[in-house]
């Protein structure tokens, strides 16, 4: 049980005691802050047909309560999701495989210290709950329990079934996190599907009931039955809302059976996991090919033969930037699995066939959400990989080897759009041929400049996720591709966002290199 | 660190505990850290100002370096060669020459990924060698190679040696003994001593003595004095120490480096 807890807890404050986590906090603070849209605003997060709750305790605690656990649930698997991938980089894993911890009460572990840093994020989403609380509610009396309860059997469960997925996600998928953080994204997409379905089986975010609830207080107070439930952020021209009064619900024995039911499984899968994992006796990755000679072939205790500079063969300075690019495009091709490229070239076809505003606005942006892997560490790699002193060392690292990764993230997406690019040059449409080469480089640059700043690639595998499903829910101001059509305005602000990530890349490079 | 330091051609060996700023200074000549104050000049030009002036003749080995494991070694080291902005047409030919002298040809064409840690130590050895380097900073060269590539490895060192300022950092003083023409001993970020062997070695001549003691006489016997060696035999154990003052019964020796550094590093600093 000691082990069991000093795990946890130094996972734990190793998590939270980082730059990234703390970004984190600050984007959760702000989401939090827009869960409760201002009067006046032109979204809304959950509202009943055009009905909507008034701002008291109950309204604010429940709909902070049921928008957390969709966030938690979107960026939380991300950002826990490399807990036990953490113990086999350092070699830590190898000391705990030798102790005799268990492997269910090691996951176990693992996955409270996910549960716990969620739970952390959860708070800071209560708090500003209340803040805005006091802040917007004009004159309802302030009742705690309308906070609590929700959080507790809304957030809580769906947060603590998220912690233990991401481990039972290690377990099997250890050697394929291209897989586990594209099928996430696929499971949490259908997850949302189902969930409009109201079978309580699969409210994994808990407020199947609560909706259900505020429909019959609206059935009751204007004598309408409304089928509709938006949930989420909804942008759309300013309506004439009406208003009714939530006072929550009742938590009877069998929904909160249902929610404990949720831990439960949660707990199952890292029981069964744990029948499957590793103990970090992971076997040598990469595969030889056939045709070449194995490894194993090869006595590997060859001594050094002599080498007499002399008499190598001569070199001339060479400072062009293609070899860069060349070796970098090669890295981002290889790395991932290779039937992801069978995936990606599905994605092409779909390209060239689809209706092109499908292709642009749907299709465009999950094929470059597969590419999360490979931009995610475009630079930071150096660092993960120990090869900055290699490269910090070089002839002039920042005006060479950085615009070389950018350049060869930009042509690898943009060689994933070129079906797209190619018909809409056909139909001579320059304007969004214009803003899908922006938007590679955008989010190509957004990947360079979040990958330095937090020195890892959680935050930007955090956000590009959000904003690939914001895309596909048509949230107009995450549309970084030009998708909806903005105009060419829209152009010039995106042009102006990549003018600033690439400056700040520039100087956050600069200030890493200067600080090794 | 508070110091100043000429080299010039040949072999500085560094050695020093751990902490004592060994990598440090290594990655600060290497122009990858910063010095909070000082300057570091090569031929009179401040490489502090003026990076890319060392970065063209520089080979450097880092003591704890990673490799990108999908590339092959062909393709690992055509990358650091464009890093070190070195090309032309015989690039292809210095790396096939470089991988022969590290004895890589056969496994060239694998992922680096699937190579041992003295495989990989020997990339890191070509890798520094492939810009017709003029100063070599080498950090614990020999880690991850066994006592027959060592012995090459200290060969090749001094072959190199011959056209190049060359720096060398080890824990193992036999390593640095063999082949550094001048020595640097270091400590928590200080220099304690810098000269040729002979000149470091006579600050501890006189005062390395062996002895025999019964077994059970060693424990006592190691609070009092600073033992640099022992081996034990069936009821007695031979001790080799250092002292100000001979011991009853025991025999002056021969110091060695590795006697020096024990002495310096315990008695400075």
């Known amino acids: 049980m000691e082990q069991f807890y000093k795990i946890v807890r130094f996972d734990y404050l190793q998590r939270t005691r980082s730059y990234a986590f703390l970004v984190t906090l600050a984007i959760s603070l702000y989401a939090a802050y827009s869960f409760i849209p201002a009067p006046g605003s032109n979204y809304t997060t959950l509202r009943i047909g055009d009905y909507l709750g008034v701002q008291n305790s109950a309204w604010i605690g429940y709909v902070t309560a049921m928008m957390s656990s969709v966030f938690l649930t979107m960026i939380g698997f991300y950002l826990v999701n490399s807990n036990i991938k953490k113990d086999v980089d350092t070699g830590v894993g190898m000391i705990i495989a030798t102790t005799s911890i268990s492997n269910f009460h090691y996951l176990l572990a693992k996955a409270w210290s996910n549960f716990m840093v969620l739970l952390t994020i959860t708070g800071i989403v209560f708090i500003m709950g209340v803040a805005l609380f006091f802040a917007r509610s004009h004159g309802y009396p302030f009742e705690i329990m309308q906070f609590i309860l929700p959080y507790l059997f809304i957030t809580v469960p769906t947060i603590f079934f998220i912690a233990a997925l991401a481990v039972v996600a290690e377990v099997f998928l250890y050697r394929y996190t291209v897989i586990m953080n594209v099928g996430f994204f696929f499971f949490f997409i259908a997850t949302s599907v189902l969930q409009t379905n109201v079978l309580p089986i699969f409210d994994l975010f808990g407020f199947a009931q609560v909706t259900a609830h505020m429909q019959d207080i609206v059935a009751s107070q204007y004598h309408q039955k409304i089928n509709t439930v938006s949930m989420g952020f909804v942008f759309d021209q300013k309506k004439a809302f009406h208003f009714f009064v939530f006072e929550g619900i009742r938590w009877s024995l069998s929904t909160v059976l249902v929610r404990i039911s949720l831990i439960l499984f949660g707990l199952v899968i890292v029981f069964i996991s744990s029948k499957f994992f590793h103990r970090f006796d992971i076997k040598e990755r990469y595969k030889v090919k056939k045709k070449t000679k194995s490894l194993e072939s090869i006595p590997q205790a060859r001594i050094l033969n002599e080498i007499r500079l002399s008499a190598l063969p001569a070199i001339t300075p060479s400072y062009k930037i293609m070899p860069f690019i060349k070796t970098e495009l090669l890295m981002l091709i290889r790395k991932g ?110 990947a360079v400049a979040f990958g330095i700043l937090s020195g890892g690639k959680k935050l930007f595998e955090i956000l590009f996720f959000l904003f690939t499903y914001s895309n596909i829910e048509l949230v107009p101001y995450a549309d970084y591709f030009g998708g909806m059509n903005h105009g060419p305005r829209y152009t010039e602000l995106i042009f102006g966002l990549i003018a600033f990530l690439a400056f700040v890349s520039f100087m956050l490079r600069k200030r890493e290199m200067a600080r090794v | 660190m508070d110091y100043s330091v000429t080299i010039e051609n040949g072999i500085l060996g560094l050695l020093g505990p751990n902490g004592a700023g060994k990598s440090t200074l290594m990655k600060i000549i290497a122009t990858i850290s910063q010095p909070t104050t000082g300057t570091i000049e090569l031929d009179g030009h401040d490489i502090l100002k003026d990076p890319d002036y060392i970065r063209k003749i520089l080979g450097y080995l880092p003591q704890d370096f990673g490799v990108y494991a999908n590339l092959n070694a062909y393709e690992f080291l055509e990358y650091i060669a464009a890093m070190k902005g070195v090309g032309g047409p015989n690039l292809r030919q210095r790396v096939e020459a470089l991988l022969e002298g590290v004895n890589l040809t056969d496994s060239a064409k694998l992922p680096i990924g699937t190579y041992s840690g003295g495989m990989k130590q020997r990339i890191g050895i070509a890798q520094a060698l492939l810009n017709d380097p003029k100063i070599l900073i080498f950090d614990e060269p020999t880690v991850g190679l066994d006592p027959e590539e060592r012995m090459r490895f200290r060969n090749l060192i001094s072959d190199l040696a011959e056209n190049c300022i060359i720096i060398l950092s080890s824990h193992i003083v036999s390593d640095i003994e063999t082949i550094a023409d001048e020595v640097a001993i270091m400590k928590s970020g200080t220099l304690l001593t810098k000269g040729t062997q002979a000149e470091v070695i006579k600050q501890v001549q006189g005062k390395v003595f062996e002895i025999y003691l019964d077994n059970a006489d060693l424990t006592d016997f190691k609070a009092k004095h600073m033992v640099v060696n022992t081996t034990r035999q069936k009821d007695t154990v031979w001790v080799r120490f250092i002292s100000e003052n001979p011991v009853k019964g025991s025999t002056e020796a021969l110091a060695l480096l590795e006697d020096a550094y024990l002495y310096l590093t315990h008695n400075k600093g």
């Open chain 1, 337 to 446: 699995p290779r039937w992801l490229w069978v995936i990606n070239l599905g994605g092409m076809i779909a390209l060239i066939f689809a209706p092109i505003p499908a292709a642009h606005q749907i299709v465009l942006p999950i094929l470059w959400f597969l590419q999360v892997g490979r931009l995610s560490d475009l630079a930071t790699k150096e660092k993960t990989n120990r090869i900055h002193y290699f490269s910090y060392a070089s002839y002039k690292p920042l005006t060479r080897l950085l615009p070389a990764q950018i350049v060869a993230g930009i042509v690898l997406l943009l060689v994933l759009a070129a079906p797209l690019l190619i018909r809409y040059l056909v139909e001579i449409q320059f304007l969004p041929v214009m803003s899908i080469i922006m938007g590679g480089a955008f989010i190509v640059l957004f």
